[in-house]
């Protein structure tokens, strides 16, 4: 059994354990801080906010001798380093909204468990508490960037998913597009199938796949770029980057739908705009995330 001496510090509220028995620092850690999941620990590891007598140390087995110091961040600490890269855009008891980043998952797949939204956010919430527990009520593709909604209670998740065409008011999104549409705007209506490849496309005989309404409107332009918002009526996957390639525009950086260019090394697509009607209190709650400053850069350097 290990033995410790905690003392607070003034200034942070570090949690500094004096180790009066050798074991491994992931070991050590898992018994000081058992109301935290596993992967929350090694997270601190890996985001450097665990000491050893003064010295910053990520390795998981790192042997500890009798009477060193072992530093562990404070909560606050914890969050600012830990979860610098999850920008929440607004929490309350039942719901958590996050700005994903480009790159990111929704949830987990068969081949990349640990880095997604809802990994992260889970591990969020359990800093609180480690009973605490989120659930997913929509998604977005992985290489779009933008608000993505997370409940914290299954009633709600459920109340949201099953009604969620008749709750949500607003889905609105950014894109930036290869060229300049010749119609300022439009409304794009088709009927999206799958090849046995996954790859969506459109079918214009009604009722031949899923019905799909993509409205757009164009904002600004370039001589090689458009930038485009969009409002969508269904959602359907992969409905934007499809109808983009039908108006003969596809987004920046998709080639799979078509892009030649990838400016930016990403999708050219953002989710800044989700709007919803809250299933128990009738409340009208939007959620907004700013236009990724890089769009309007492109579009500025190609003027």
Same mark, same amino acid.
């Given at each position: 059994?290990?033995?410790?001496?905690?003392?607070?510090?003034?200034?942070?509220?570090?949690?500094?354990?004096?180790? +009066?028995?050798?074991?491994?620092?992931?070991?050590?850690?898992?018994?000081?801080?058992?109301?935290?999941?596993?992967?929350? %620990?090694?997270?601190?590891?890996?985001?450097? @906010?665990? =000491?050893?007598?003064?010295?910053?140390?990520?390795?998981?087995?790192?042997?500890?001798?009798?009477?060193?110091?072992?530093?562990? /961040?404070?909560?606050?600490?914890?969050?600012?380093?830990?979860? !610098?890269?999850?920008?929440?855009?607004?929490?309350?008891?039942?719901?958590?909204?996050?700005?994903?980043?480009?790159?990111?998952?929704?949830?987990?797949?068969?081949? +990349?468990?640990?880095? @997604?939204?809802?990994?992260?956010?889970?591990?969020?919430?359990?800093?609180?508490?480690?009973?605490?527990?989120?659930?997913? %009520?929509?998604?977005?593709?992985?290489?779009?960037?933008?608000?993505? &909604?997370?409940? !914290?209670?299954?009633?709600?998740?459920?109340?949201?998913?099953?009604?969620?065409?008749?709750?949500?008011?607003?889905?609105?999104?950014?894109?930036?597009?290869?060229?300049?549409?010749?119609?300022?705007?439009?409304?794009?209506? =088709?009927?999206?199938?799958?090849?046995?490849?996954?790859?969506?496309?459109?079918?214009?005989?009604?009722?031949?796949?899923?019905?799909?309404?993509?409205?757009?409107?164009?904002? /600004?332009? =370039?001589?090689?770029?458009?930038?485009?918002?969009?409002?969508? +009526?269904?959602?359907?996957?992969?409905?934007?980057?499809?109808?983009?390639?039908?108006?003969?525009?596809? &987004?920046?950086?998709?080639?799979?739908?078509?892009?030649? !260019?990838?400016?930016?090394?990403?999708?050219?697509?953002?989710?800044?705009?989700? +709007?919803?009607?809250?299933?128990?209190?009738?409340?009208?709650?939007?959620?907004?995330?700013?236009?990724?400053?890089?769009?309007?850069?492109?579009?500025? /350097?190609?003027?």
């Amino acid at each position: 059994m290990i033995h410790l001496k905690t003392e607070h510090t003034k200034q942070q509220d570090d949690k500094v354990c004096i180790v +009066e028995e050798q074991t491994g620092l992931l070991e050590f850690l898992l018994k000081q801080l058992a109301d935290k999941s596993r992967n929350t %620990v090694k997270s601190l590891l890996t985001n450097k @906010t665990i =000491s050893v007598n003064g010295k910053t140390v990520t390795q998981h087995d790192y042997p500890l001798k009798i009477g060193q110091s072992v530093r562990i /961040a404070s909560p606050e600490h914890m969050l600012k380093k830990q979860y !610098k890269h999850l920008k929440v855009l607004f929490e309350d008891d039942e719901l958590i909204v996050i700005d994903k980043p480009a790159g990111l998952l929704s949830i987990a797949t068969d081949n +990349e468990k640990e880095k @997604t939204a809802y990994h992260l956010m889970t591990d969020y919430v359990r800093l609180g508490n480690p009973k605490n527990r989120i659930f997913v %009520v929509h998604r977005l593709d992985r290489d779009t960037s933008g608000v993505l &909604i997370a409940s !914290k209670n299954d009633k709600l998740r459920q109340a949201l998913q099953e009604n969620w065409n008749e709750l949500v008011t607003r889905r609105g999104y950014t894109a930036v597009v290869e060229g300049v549409p010749k119609e300022t705007s439009g409304r794009i209506q =088709s009927w999206l199938k799958e090849t046995k490849t996954l790859l969506a496309y459109s079918s214009g005989t009604p009722g031949d796949g899923q019905e799909a309404i993509t409205n757009y409107t164009v904002t /600004a332009v =370039s001589k090689d770029y458009a930038l485009v918002k969009i409002d969508i +009526e269904t959602g359907r996957k992969n409905q934007i980057r499809v109808h983009m390639k039908d108006l003969g525009h596809p &987004i920046s950086g998709d080639k799979k739908y078509g892009a030649v !260019k990838n400016p930016l090394s990403r999708l050219c697509l953002h989710a800044d705009i989700l +709007e919803f009607r809250h299933p128990f209190t009738g409340k009208i709650m939007t959620f907004e995330s700013p236009v990724p400053k890089s769009f309007l850069t492109l579009l500025q /350097a190609e003027s």
